[in-house]
T-cell receptor, first 113, second 114 residues
């Protein structure tokens, strides 16, 4: 089975721009979660989607949004980028059951200049 | 709500020595516990998990962890480390509910020296 894939792997943007990141989960997985990883804050949960519905949400401003498609692929969008948004964005998928185990993609490294 | 504390931000150790990475959690409900490893420029990989049953959990790459409910701990151990174990290790907790999310600790950087 193919693992979780994320595109693009690296991205450079400037302040004020917006960005869209993509995540393809493992085949058959219905839950996709997004995390932001920075040296200062560690791994922070952004949101989770299950069957196209946002099931859980972290404490991030409304500039961060996401969606999930019928094939379980997910996108996250960040509008009006700030320097502090520079981070590694990780996507994780799981079957959707209450077992907590998630399978992570390699991440997208976003740099905001 | 759950939270996780990894007491050591960095752990230096020589090759073939034993290592313990500490993790404490707090929760008012039943929890699931996990250890993930992150190698440079990669995503997270599951090392092991505790869902229920035996409190001693064995994982990949020779790692094991023990769930101690009275001390609310889930320390990760390996009797003999290799250079290739150099990585960032994350402890994580989740409630057992259907919508519970995974909460990560701040990570412990394991540096193995020859």
């Amino acid at each position: 089975k193919a693992g979780v894939t994320q595109t693009p792997r690296y991205l450079i943007k400037t302040r004020g721009q917006q960005v869209t990141l993509s995540c393809s989960p493992i085949s058959g997985h219905r839950s996709v979660s997004w995390y932001q990883q920075t040296p200062g804050q560690g791994l922070q949960f952004l949101f989770e989607y299950f069957s196209e519905t946002q099931r859980n949400k972290g404490n991030f401003p409304g500039r961060f949004s996401g969606r999930q498609f019928s094939n379980s692929r997910s996108e996250m969008n960040v509008s009006t980028l700030e320097l502090g948004d520079s981070a590694l964005y990780l996507c994780a998928s799981s079957p959707g059951l209450a077992l907590g185990e998630q399978f992570f993609g390699p991440g997208t490294r976003l740099t905001v200049l | 709500a759950q939270s996780v504390t990894q007491l050591d931000s960095q752990v230096p150790v020589f090759e073939e020595a034993p290592v313990e990475l500490r993790c404490n959690y707090s929760s008012s409900v039943s929890v699931y516990l996990f250890w993930y490893v992150q190698y440079p420029n990669q995503g997270l990989q599951l090392l092991l998990k505790y869902l229920s049953g035996s409190t001693l959990v064995k994982g990949i790459n020779g790692f094991e962890a023990e769930f101690n409910k009275s001390q609310t701990s889930f320390h990760l151990r390996k009797p003999s480390v290799h250079i290739s174990d150099t990585a960032e290790y994350f402890c994580a907790v989740s409630g057992s509910g259907n919508t519970d999310k995974l909460i990560f600790g701040t990570g412990t950087r394991l540096q193995v020296f020859p």
